[in-house]
């Protein structure tokens, strides 16, 4: 049996130039010629049971060049054996080369998806705020990100000493968010190798983290709609207890459970007898002072409050961690930290949410950006990422004056971060997998919790209103979820979960 002719433009996209996107996504010029085998080379597949893809066996044989040094290993099918004037290089199979184009294919096809989204969004106004240029900057961005994928180094490098020429921190929006995508792009392009986490806490971090709690909607909407919910859950209950998985991000007095303590203490209505709130953390310190601070302010409402504190990551959670009392309603509240174990196997988030599901939750409150940004490709997560932070640094326009030192640190120790690791990072390293409000829905669904559909959107709608953070942001429901969005895009969404 012989495999079928493979043409180069089955695996990569037609020799042509994509003006209206700025992107080449010839890959002509790399690509070997399968053409050949259909006249000069014997295969045949051979079905294994125990796998799911087919191996073609391929008998001893001389080289087939492919146009770039490299060569496939054939025998003629009059059983001469065919030369090729090149030096002999390793052995490999048109497996190899199936392989390898079709996962390039798949990453520029999942790219294509993002470019014309972000190309409808953006192409007007960066044209309209920045001319030429900006057009020029876009393009070079992607067809940096392009040669990144292929590993094109040469080409990345001098794309990168073009863009960190125009990329300017106190620019527009897009210049500014370039440099971010510009310094990710280095790690992976042109040092050749992945960055690595490093999870601690400087004073840079910490104040930015405040900063974007001040400033930006997206946290402090996710508190609202999970104390909202919270307020809900525990009406005419008299012991309640709290799982603050990721205890607020590390902001450093705990401001959500202040905001709630508050709101207990001032509600009409019997308050509930206890209020119990279990933080999870990497840092104990951080976490006993918080502890200490929210129990002086529940003391001086007169709230009875106790606060506990577990030091461990989310992966190594146990339920006996956890110092139930009988009787007592259990909340979980997981703000933007759950997409930090979504893993390539799916076993570690599965893990966690089996072990939640065993502390018997009448709510799990889940808030999380709503983006792709888990892709398996390079290129995709890119596209993904431009357009979801581009939406972000355009709103920071809108709410701070050009000049204002508060918006650098923001992009710059916070916002960058992110996108940083997003696209320069693999493996367990890569912790910001941002995922779309429906795959979270499947996930949560498969792990034995269902639905409970909010009823606040007319309620997050006016606290939206009464924040007057700026004109731009709106509140929508979505298939029971509250997403927080800019301009039609989709920022962050929040939705509550119950024990099946």
């Not at 972000?118 to 876009?138: A, F, Q």
């Not at 996108?419 to 890569?430: H, L, Y």
């Amino acid at each position: 049996m012989y495999p079928p002719s493979y043409t180069q433009s089955e695996f990569c996209c037609d020799d042509k130039s994509y003006e209206t996107t700025g992107l080449y996504l010839n890959l002509g010029h790399i690509m070997p010629d399968f053409s050949v085998l259909e006249d000069d080379c014997t295969a045949r597949f051979d079905f294994d049971e125990t796998r799911s893809h087919k191996r073609v066996k391929q008998a001893p044989s001389a080289t087939v060049s492919n146009g770039n040094g490299a060569g496939l290993y054939c025998t003629g099918s009059n059983g001469r054996t065919s030369t090729n004037s090149l030096n002999i290089v390793p052995r490999l199979h048109f497996r190899d080369y199936v392989l390898t184009y079709t996962e390039r294919y798949l990453a520029i096809e999942a790219m294509e998806e993002a470019t014309a989204a972000l190309m409808d969004d953006e192409r007007n106004e960066v044209i309209e705020e920045e001319g030429g240029d900006g057009m020029k900057l876009l393009q070079q961005l992607i067809a940096c990100a392009e040669a990144v994928a292929c590993r094109d180094k040469t080409h990345a490098s001098a794309l990168l000493s073009e863009l960190g020429a125009n990329a300017l921190v106190f620019g527009t929006s897009f210049q500014r968010v370039a440099p971010c995508f510009v310094q990710g792009s280095l790690i992976v392009g042109v040092l050749g190798s992945p960055a690595k986490t490093v999870t601690t806490f400087t004073a840079e971090k910490d104040e930015a983290l405040r900063l974007v709690y001040e400033i930006c909607p997206q946290i402090q909407f996710g508190h609202f709609v999970a104390n909202s919910s919270i307020l809900e859950a525990f009406e005419g209950k008299r012991s309640v207890h709290v799982v603050d998985l990721g205890m607020t991000l590390g902001l450093s007095n705990g401001q959500q459970w202040r905001n709630l303590i508050h709101s207990i203490a001032n509600r009409t209505g019997q308050p509930p007898h206890r209020l119990r709130i279990t933080g999870v953390g990497n840092s104990a310190e951080r976490l006993r002072v918080i502890g200490d601070e929210l129990e002086s302010y529940a003391r001086s409402l007169g709230l009875k409050f106790e606060f506990l504190w577990v030091e461990s990551s989310l992966e190594n959670l146990k339920p006996t961690d956890f110092k139930l009392l009988d009787g007592e309603v259990v909340i979980i509240n997981s703000i933007l930290q759950l997409h930090c174990v979504v893993k390539e196997s799916r076993g570690a988030l599965n893990s966690v949410l089996q072990m939640l599901l065993e502390l018997s939750p009448k709510l799990l409150i889940l808030v999380e950006q709503d983006s792709s940004h888990n892709g398996p490709f390079f290129l995709g997560r890119f596209m993904e990422a431009l357009h979801y932070y581009s939406a972000i640094f355009d709103s920071l326009d809108a709410m701070l004056p050009k000049y204002d030192t508060r918006r650098a640190k923001i992009e710059q120790f916070f916002f960058a971060e992110e996108i940083k690791n997003i696209i320069s990072c693999e493996g367990p390293a890569r912790v910001e997998r941002h995922e779309r409000v429906d795959q979270w829905r499947r996930r949560i669904s498969r792990a034995g919790f269902q639905p409970s559909h909010t009823k606040m959107t007319m309620l997050a709608k006016q606290w939206l209103g009464k924040a007057k953070f700026c004109e731009g942001y709106a509140v929508t429901e979505e298939k029971g979820c509250l997403v927080l969005g800019w301009k039609s895009k989709p920022i962050i969404a929040a939705s509550c979960w119950k024990c099946s």
